[in-house]
Every structure is written in structure tokens, then in C-alpha cells.
T-cell receptor, first 113, second 113 residues
Framework: GESVGLHLPTLSVQEGDNSIINCAYS??????FIWYKQESGKGPQFIID?????DKRQGQRVTVLLNKTVKHLSLQIAATQPGDSAVYFC????????????FGGGTRLMVKP | DAGVTQSPTHLIKTRGQQVTLRCSPI?????VSWYQQVLGQGPQFIFQ???????GRGNFPDRFSARQFPNYSSELNVNALLLGDSALYLC????????????FGSGTQLSVL
């Protein structure tokens, strides 16, 4: 994931709609992926993770899809709520790289009531 | 149980000064990682420590150093501060430090004037 600098891409959705946030990761050797949510003034909060031997994983209201062929990750949030408004980051980790996560540039999700 | 705690929450320094940031991991976690987050970007890996040993280092100058104590808490030191060191410094902990989800603290906001 490349940093996109100061101007974060923004996704604006209506409350109750589904949201899809996309991420292109950079290293084909990465085998572990995480989505984090970051609210203003707080640290990143773990949402869901997936390993490279899977292509889909579901949590509560969230689903992560992994397409290793095109190095693409997506986060789907069902029935988006105002509390989901935040910046979302994908992060990748290579085997034998300890906890060295490489973060993407982030997407700002704005939920309209 | 308390999450990852960092201190101080905010800090203002002038160029050339030195700073020490502190982190206490989640109880039972043996690995601590440090990340730098510049406004509008994703976090960037600085260091990882596991059982008091450095396990990984990111692309940061030697002005950055860290250590981990027997109780698994950690300190990040930055010498000869530059304006560009202004950022949110995040600490994250995990149990084994190998390809698993990280739990982040709320960070220390460092401003260098």
C-alpha cells in the first residue's frame, strides 16, 4: 500500500447502506492482512484479519475479501452506522517479518444520518 | 484489563532536543512495536522488541533508539529532534510478536517547534 499523502480518499455513505473500502497491497510475499479503524485522537483499532490461505473471512457486520492474484483487499461493512465514521487502514505482514506491518494510506469513511 | 498505555499523551519540544516516550503493553504480551504516524498517512514501522531483544527495525535514522525492560514495557528515544519528527508515535503490543494482530495504544502526539 502506498501512502496517498495528506488528501485521504473519502467514501461517503448513507446510514444503513453497505460500505466497501478497497486496498491495493504492495508485496506479493505478504501472507497476513489486517484492517484497522482509526478515530480522531485515537490509535488504530483492530477490525478483522485474514491469512493468505483464505480469500474471505467474516466478522460481526464486517467481511474481508482477499484477491492475491491482483494483490487486492477489501473491507465490507454491512448496515453502516454513524459510529463507523473513521479512517480505515489496511496493513500487510510478511512471514518471518515479525510484527512489521506495512500500512496503506487509508480511506476516510463518512456516514450520513 | 488495561489496553496498551502510552505516556505522555502530548509533548512539545524544540529542534535539537531529545525526547523519551513510554509504553506499557497489554498484560501477558511480550512484544512491543513502535510506529510513527504523520498527519494524513498510515503508520510507519520503527522498531519491534520481543523479550528485550530487537527483532526488527524500520527505515529510520540512528537518532531513533528503543529498548524493552524486563516487565516488557518499552521506551522510544529520539535525539537531535527535527521539525519532520512531528508526528503521532504509536506503540503496539502482541503476545508472540510473529504475524499476529497488534493492539495499539492511543499514541503520543509530538510537536517539534
Amino acid at each position: 500500500g502506498e501512502s496517498v499523502g495528506l488528501h485521504l480518499p473519502t467514501l461517503s455513505v448513507q446510514e444503513g447502506d453497505n460500505s466497501i473500502i478497497n486496498c491495493a497491497y504492495s508485496n506479493s510475499a505478504s501472507d497476513y492482512f489486517i484492517w484497522y479503524k482509526q478515530e480522531s485522537g485515537k490509535g488504530p483499532q483492530f477490525i478483522i484479519d485474514i491469512r493468505s490461505n483464505m480469500d474471505k473471512r467474516q466478522g460481526q457486520r464486517v467481511t474481508v475479501l482477499l484477491n492475491k492474484t491482483v494483490k487486492h483487499l477489501s473491507l465490507q461493512i454491512a448496515a453502516t452506522q454513524p459510529g463507523d465514521s473513521a479512517v480505515y487502514f489496511c496493513a500487510e505482514n510478511m512471514d518471518n517479518a515479525g510484527n512489521m506491518l506495512t500500512f496503506g494510506g487509508g480511506t476516510r469513511l463518512m456516514v450520513k444520518p | 484489563d488495561a489496553g496498551v498505555t502510552q505516556s505522555p499523551t502530548h509533548l512539545i519540544k524544540t529542534r535539537g532536543q531529545q525526547v523519551t516516550l513510554r509504553c506499557s503493553p497489554i498484560s501477558g504480551h511480550k512484544s512491543v512495536s513502535w510506529y510513527q504516524q504523520v498527519l494524513g498517512q498510515g503508520p510507519q514501522f520503527i522498531f519491534q522488541y520481543y523479550e528485550k531483544e530487537e527483532r526488527g527495525r524500520g527505515n529510520f535514522p540512528d537518532r531513533f533508539s528503543a529498548r524493552q525492560f524486563p516487565n516488557y514495557s518499552s521506551e522510544l528515544n529520539v535525539n537531535a529532534l527535527l521539525l519532520g519528527d512531528s508526528a503521532l508515535y504509536l506503540c503496539a503490543s502482541s503476545f508472540s510478536g510473529m504475524g499476529e494482530k497488534l493492539f495499539f495504544g492511543s499514541g503520543t502526539q509530538l510537536s517539534v517547534l
